[in-house]
């Protein structure tokens, strides 16, 4: 995997640190979790300490917005992962019926659980799950959708869920929902970055003209047909004064006397990837 400048973000608000010490707190209550990442940046969305904190709890990896990444790049990312003998479940989270491979895999590990009950004269009990992630990977949403109603509030922007509260699915597994978080230093530059184009940090973290560059330069390297399609460029200019200008025409951003907003052009690029306006793209790349 290609090597990535270091940088030192530090973006750690203090419910994430009290997520952290409240899930420690309900360890020995949960059977099993789902670690929820974005498809679209499956090693960025990854929490780097996640394995040593549940290092003896079977792990499930959820690899959520599949419809909107590039899937030859991903499955790519699928492999390696499932080399490293993680199990991983690609969901579509705008289909309702996703969760049958997710329930039956659950059901497949924790299945030594339930037979140890069941030799002690116990009945099977409901699995408990915690579904864990880093903000706006679709955490919500999956829980939406196991639990079969509007249990768990939605959103674009990181930080919609505030508490860890316990949900009931129809298919006897209890999920512990918790907020997304993130590690307290966000030291590599590349991965801040991924994160703030698919709006799992916020967007005053990082300048907003510095993500939507890297999102052109994205486009331009990997996928130069959408930036075609989009905006109307063939490359991104080294002047980034000429791109935006045309861009900007482009998308009507003119103001009086005929000059570019080019804080718009800048919110038009990042609400390109958060709407889901531009698809079949991902950010991390596996051989580069």
Not at 15 to 30: C, D, F, G, Q, S
Not at 85 to 100: E, R
Request: hydrophobic fraction near 35%; proline fraction near 3%; aromatic fraction near 6%.
């Amino acid at each position: 995997m290609n090597s990535e400048n270091k940088t030192n973000i530090n973006y750690y608000p203090g419910h994430m640190a009290k997520t952290k010490r409240l899930i420690k707190e309900k360890y020995n209550l949960i059977d099993i979790f789902y670690e929820v990442i974005d498809a679209r940046m499956p090693k960025s969305s990854k929490i780097k300490d996640i394995d040593e904190m549940f290092k003896d709890k079977p792990h499930i990896l959820i690899m959520t917005k599949y419809d909107l990444c590039d899937t030859e790049v991903t499955n790519k990312w699928v492999d390696y992962y499932k080399k490293m003998g993680y199990h991983i479940v690609c969901l579509d989270l705008t289909k309702n019926d996703i969760t049958t491979k997710l329930v039956n895999i659950t059901h497949d590990l924790t299945d030594d659980l339930q037979q140890k009950r069941i030799e002690k004269g116990l009945a099977k009990k409901d699995i408990r799950a915690l579904v864990i992630g880093v903000p706006n990977v679709g955490k919500s949403t999956l829980i939406n959708r196991l639990v079969g109603r509007k249990a768990a509030s939605t959103g674009n922007n990181p930080g919609v869920t505030k508490n860890l509260s316990w949900l009931k699915t129809n298919s006897d597994i209890l999920l512990l929902d918790s907020p997304g978080i993130l590690w307290p230093k966000l030291d590599n530059e590349t991965q801040a970055l991924n994160l703030a184009s698919l709006a799992s940090i916020p967007i005053d973290i990082l300048p907003i003209d510095r993500v939507a560059i890297y999102i052109l330069h994205i486009l331009e390297k990997y996928y130069p047909k959408i930036l075609k399609e989009r905006y109307n460029i063939e490359r991104v200019n080294e002047d980034i004064s000429i791109t935006y200008d045309e861009i900007g025409k482009r998308i009507g951003a003119v103001v009086s006397g005929g000059d570019i907003d080019y804080d718009r052009v800048s919110r038009t690029i990042l609400e390109d990837v958060k709407q889901e306006r531009i698809k079949g793209i991902t950010f991390d790349r596996i051989d580069d």
